[in-house]
């Protein structure tokens, strides 16, 4: 289980650099957005994978550490926020430039 998270956390790590690196602002959105999911299962892989066990101290001898879960929880509201700003940032520079280039001007000109 490990060993896919950690393939997972990768690839999302590296497809989401890969999408911000590009020229174009829909990518670079895409790209966040990859890279804050990939931070999101990092957060939530600290917290040790354990099944079956409950959240809180209980009557169990193992639990869950309740606090990853908490900053995932956090973690996916900054993010939903940042994106719905960024992609509002990203139409208004449309509209000003005329070109979803992140420089604002398309190459070449």
């Known amino acids: 289980m490990e ?3 950690a393939v997972t956390l990768g690839v999302l790590t590296a497809s989401g650099i890969y999408l911000i690196l590009q020229a174009r602002i829909f990518p670079v ?3 966040l ?3 804050s999911y990939a931070v999101n299962l990092f957060l939530f892989a600290m917290g040790r994978l ?3 066990v409950p959240a809180v101290i209980g009557r169990s001898a193992e639990y869950g550490d309740p606090l990853p879960q908490a900053l995932v929880l956090t973690a996916i509201v900054i993010g939903f926020a940042m ?3 960024v992609v509002v940032l990203a139409l208004r520079s449309l ?3 005329g070109t979803d280039h992140v420089d604002g001007q398309e190459p070449g000109k």
């Open 50 to 52: 354990a099944g079956g």
């Open 29 to 31: 959105v895409l790209g």
């Open 3 to 5: 060993a896919l998270f």
């Open 83 to 85: 994106t719905a700003f």
């Open 33 to 35: 957005t990859l890279l």
């Open 95 to 97: 509209g000003e430039t």
